[in-house]
């Protein structure tokens, strides 16, 4: 059986299904209403008639590049720990 998932955006519920067995979707769809209400306080700051497409293109890019960000991070992470594990490897193998 699916998961019905509602989120509230600019006022309005918004329902979607997530597949079974997918744990996160809750976390998913607070990160987006949090990302969308902190773009929305930002912008009406400046513009307080920004339209929705924009607060929630600017909400994606945010996510976008928060993931970009982490990916990159986590290759890196990798990439150190295969490099150590390899050294670490050869060390033993010389000390036997």
Same mark, same amino acid.
């Given at each position: 059986?699916?998961?019905?998932i509602t989120i509230e955006l600019f006022g309005q519920q918004?329902?979607?299904?997530?597949?079974?067995?997918?744990?996160?979707?809750?976390?998913?769809?607070?990160?987006? +209403?949090?990302?969308?209400?902190?773009?929305?306080?930002q912008m009406s700051n400046n513009n307080p008639k920004v339209?929705?497409?924009? !607060?929630?293109?600017?909400?994606?890019?945010? !996510?976008?590049?928060?993931?970009?960000?982490?990916?990159?991070?986590?290759a890196e992470l990798t990439k150190k720990i295969s490099e150590?594990?390899?050294?670490?490897?050869? +060390? !033993?193998?010389?000390?036997?």
């Amino acid at each position: 059986m699916d998961n019905i998932i509602t989120i509230e955006l600019f006022g309005q519920q918004y329902s979607f299904k997530a597949e079974e067995g997918v744990p996160d979707a809750n976390e998913v769809a607070d990160l987006l +209403m949090k990302e969308v209400a902190n773009v929305e306080k930002q912008m009406s700051n400046n513009n307080p008639k920004v339209n929705k497409v924009t !607060i929630l293109t600017l909400a994606a890019l945010n !996510i976008s590049s928060e993931f970009v960000d982490l990916k990159r991070n986590y290759a890196e992470l990798t990439k150190k720990i295969s490099e150590r594990s390899a050294s670490l490897v050869k +060390m !033993i193998d010389i000390s036997l």
